[in-house]
């Protein structure tokens, strides 16, 4: 079975509509998104419908949960005041745009997801705000796939794609009890992977291309892919909502701006 992954549309409903046609061209069986269809663009609700329309399983990303439950940051969320004066005002402008049938449907999505031994989640299996970058220590990357009980973990939120593969994971654990010998366990894990989807809709690769996965559950490949599309009238349609002029700036050239809390392994707590 040949699967398609996606994350991160954040209402650029051109973006998605880009992607969508490539995955038909490519004959996917089954498509899984991953969260964050809303945020930062301009059409949240057009790219709702779309999902909801095509049946698409989903996971709640962080801007959805966030959508449904309240902005929900800390002071180390933002790599800066502006930063963090941005992004409040795009949840603002989200918040008031959306539709009261949009936001019944972000607050029905799950969590994770799970076909077989393949997981998805939107920032990993503890949080939708914790970020699973490529270069996260081999252990603590190790643990994440073995928390969602998977050999696959399929996972978005940075925006920029990526697949680790993590080998020969052994721990060794020695045990001392009052009067006992020292005992030794050894627990061997078999391969795991982490693929990360990048993002449809916000891409921070370095070009402005929508990039998505598809995964074939026979064979084991993993292909990353990157798709054109008219980013231009995503841009236009930024400017024209009055949504900070950053937002269709990073987005034409595919990049982060600075976006990223200097831990990246923190999550955030209410």
């Known amino acids: ?9 954040h209402g650029n409903y051109e973006a998605l509509n880009a992607v969508l046609s490539d995955i038909d061209a490519h004959k996917a069986d089954q498509i899984y998104c991953l969260g964050d269809l809303v945020g930062y663009g301009p059409q949240p609700n057009a790219v709702v419908e779309l999902v909801r329309s095509l049946d ?3 996971c709640q990303g962080c801007w959805d949960e966030d959508i449904v439950e309240g902005l929900n940051a800390c002071d180390c969320s933002y790599p800066s005041q502006l930063a963090e004066k941005r992004g409040h005002l795009a949840h603002e402008w989200t918040n008031q745009a959306i539709h009261p049938e949009v936001r019944e449907y972000l607050a029905s999505l799950p969590m994770t997801l799970r076909q077989d031994n393949l997981c998805f989640v939107h920032g990993s299996p503890n949080s939708q705000h914790e970020y699973l970058l490529p270069t996260m ?3 603590a990357a190790l643990e994440r796939v073995l928390a969602a009980e998977a050999d696959v973990l399929f996972c978005g939120h940075t925006h920029i ?3 680790r593969e993590l080998e020969n994971g052994t ?3 020695k045990v001392q009890q009052p009067g006992q010998s020292e005992t030794q366990h050894q627990f061997t894990a078999p391969l795991k992977r982490i693929i990360n989807a990048g993002s449809v809709g916000e891409p921070r690769h370095g ?7 598809l995964y074939d559950t026979d064979s084991t490949q993993v292909t990353l892919r990157e798709v054109p599309y008219d980013y231009q009238k995503t841009c236009a349609a930024i400017i024209e909502q009055g949504l900070p002029p950053i937002f269709a700036w990073r987005l034409a050239r595919g990049m982060e701006f600075a ?3 200097e831990d990246a392994g923190h999550v955030c707590e209410r």
Not at 1 to 9: D, E, G, N, T
Not at 208 to 213: D, K, L, Q, R, S
């Open 1 to 9: 079975m040949k699967l398609a992954v996606i994350s991160c549309i």
């Open 56 to 58: 698409i399983p989903t």
């Open 137 to 139: 220590d081999g252990f």
């Open 161 to 163: 794609p990526y697949l």
């Open 171 to 173: 721990l060794s654990v």
């Open 207 to 213: 070009r402005p291309n929508a990039t998505y996965v």
């Open 259 to 261: 976006e990223r809390a």
